[in-house]
């Protein structure tokens, strides 16, 4: 069995526009949450079991687009992985706020960002 697609985050230099964007398109609520400096999460009303969502501020440049966060059961193991089949870190281990894990991005072959969560 595959690993799932748990978080989806599209991350812009005009975070309100592109959020404004996909609230239109989709008809999904994103609320601005004041304790994550202009980052809100999304709710895309997909039902009980709906892949997470945030759209936010860009935290580097060439940050900005769409990053899938796949779960992982060990952090370290997927980004041992994922080097072994050619990619490099963008962004080390770090902790979630709120206890909600640990994730790290790594680059794909075509250098596209996907995201480990464990």
Do not use: C, H
Request: proline content about 11%; overall charge negative; aromatic content about 8%.
């Amino acid at each position: 069995m595959g690993q799932p697609v748990a978080f989806f985050e599209i991350t812009s230099t005009a975070p309100e526009k592109v959020r404004g964007f996909y609230t239109e398109l989709f008809g999904w609520s994103a609320e601005p949450d004041p304790d994550m400096d202009g980052y809100a999460m999304v709710d895309t009303g997909a039902g009980p079991d709906p892949i997470g969502g945030g759209i936010g501020p860009s935290q580097a440049p060439g940050d900005t687009g769409v990053k899938l966060y796949v779960r992982v059961d060990d952090l370290e193991a997927g980004l041992a992985r994922a080097s072994e089949l050619g990619a490099d870190t963008l962004a080390p281990p770090m902790e979630l706020p709120g206890g909600y894990g640990r994730i790290a991005v790594v680059s794909d072959p075509d250098g596209n960002p996907v995201g480990l969560w464990a």
